[in-house]
């Protein structure tokens, strides 16, 4: 009876001591990634941002196409980019966006830096089928895990527009 007793002890202190060290693994795993699901997370937020960098774009293209055609042959034609970058990358409403003093971040009041990179035609069937590709760029300074992310976001559309009007009959 007492052999009994003893042993039992003997095993409630083993399963207890393999328990514990279950138990500092799984604190040790969870210790080492957290810092990944925050830089992780962080990621996924940065490409929302510049994905809808990419819708803005994407809008003004489309509300103001002849504008767009303008600045875009004018610097095919000259070599000349400033006009081109004035409608695109350096217009006033994404330039608004590039807020450096004030934060605009969820992620811990820091900054994030948020730019229109280039918005480009690979087409050349004006008013008719084209292919626009915009980037943007996302940057943000993390202060959970200490490194500089940067996300860029490519979107490529295919747009088709009806160059003649019709007018149904009445």
């Not at 103001?64 to 217009?91: C, H, I, M, Q, R």
């Not at 811990?108 to 990179?117: D, R």
């Amino acid at each position: 009876m007492k052999k009994t007793r003893g042993s039992s002890l003997v095993l409630a202190l083993v399963i207890s001591a393999v328990l514990i060290q279950f138990a500092v693994i799984y604190i040790m795993q969870i210790r080492n990634s957290v810092p990944q699901t925050h830089l992780i997370d962080e990621r996924v937020r940065l490409r929302y941002l510049a994905h809808g960098m990419t819708e803005l774009a994407l809008l003004k293209y489309q509300k103001f196409p002849t504008d767009f055609y303008n600045a875009y042959e004018y610097a095919s034609a000259t070599g000349n980019l400033s006009v081109l970058k004035s409608f695109t990358v350096d217009a006033a409403e994404f330039s608004t966006l590039t807020v450096e003093d004030q934060p605009i971040s969820t992620f811990n009041n820091t900054h994030i830096s948020l730019e229109l990179a280039t918005m480009t035609l690979a087409t050349t069937d004006k008013w008719g089928v084209e292919v626009l590709t915009i980037r943007a760029r996302a940057n943000y300074e993390s202060r959970r895990v200490v490194a500089s992310i940067t996300t860029d976001v490519v979107r490529t559309v295919r747009t088709e527009r009806n160059s003649s009007l019709v007018i149904p009959d009445n």
